[in-house]
């Protein structure tokens, strides 16, 4: 909850003395009423403000970054697992925000939310070539057939075609996957189709933008730098 002068103060509407002459005359609405009390508390998720008519304010778009343990189905309601909403801590419950794409339940690491359909959709299109980085623990040691069927667009057990994708060897049983997709299981199903079944999985970045220092189980908001290396990754 908001005092309503102090809402349209930092919407921009006008300065706080304008405001307080503006409050006067009526022009300004809560969810349709005349309000004329600057010091109202006004719930700007819940309620629509609006001046002369326009709606002032809007939702403040919103971007967050988790690092997801294992443990929790990437999903926002679930009936026998824990959900990676579980995870977000309570001043964010309220903003709508849906998970970027899927992590499975035990893969780790980074994992975006956002209230923007637009640039969610955008972020998971394999159109928009966004790169998303893994690192594998898996069996077996990836050679240099296996990077040159990544490279060349793996086809799956079940027949799924894949895009051109990067498998970088990091030693026995190590490995960097970056793939521009996100079929069901999609990694776990590529490496499983070159005899290398994943025991640990874990997302270290997706669209340039890393986990950084950011502690497993731990939220934050991106940064308005990092949001523009997301918006310029989606284009
Ligand atoms: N690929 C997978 O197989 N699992 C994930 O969680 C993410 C990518």
Same mark, same amino acid.
Request: without cysteine; charged residues 35%; glycine residues 6%.
């Given at each position: 909850m908001e005092r309503l002068d102090k809402f349209l103060t930092n919407a921009g509407v006008a300065t706080r003395s304008q405001i307080k002459a503006i409050l006067k005359t009526g022009r300004v609405c809560v969810d349709g009423k005349p309000m004329k009390d600057g010091s109202a508390k006004i719930d700007p998720e819940k309620q629509t403000v609006t001046l002369d008519g326009d709606v002032i304010g809007g939702k403040k778009r919103m971007v967050i970054m988790l690092n997801k343990p294992a443990?929790?189905? $990437?999903? $926002?309601?679930?009936?026998?697992d824990r959900t990676v909403? @579980?995870?977000?801590?309570? @001043?964010?419950?309220?903003?709508?925000l849906k998970p970027v794409g899927r992590l499975d339940k035990a893969t780790e690491g980074l994992l975006l939310f956002t209230n923007d359909g637009d640039l969610l959709h955008r972020l998971i299109?394999?159109?928009? @070539?966004?790169p998303k980085v893994y690192y594998a623990r898996h069996e077996g040691t990836a050679g240099e057939d296996d990077v040159a069927a990544f490279a060349a667009g793996l086809t799956l057990r079940d027949g799924t075609e894949c895009l051109t994708a990067k498998l970088e060897p990091l030693g026995p049983g190590e490995s960097l996957i970056t793939v521009c997709e996100g079929k069901y299981h999609q990694v776990r199903r590529m490496m499983a189709s070159r005899q290398m079944t994943v025991l640990y999985l874990e997302r270290l970045s997706e669209g340039g933008l890393g986990l950084g220092d950011?502690?497993?189980?731990a939220v934050r908001e991106l940064t308005a730098e990092e949001l523009q290396i997301l918006e310029t990754q989606a284009e």
């Open positions: 443990g929790f189905v $990437t999903s $926002t309601d679930d009936p026998r909403m @579980e995870l977000l801590p309570k @001043e964010y419950a309220h903003q709508d299109s394999p159109k928009k @070539e966004v950011l502690a497993r189980g």
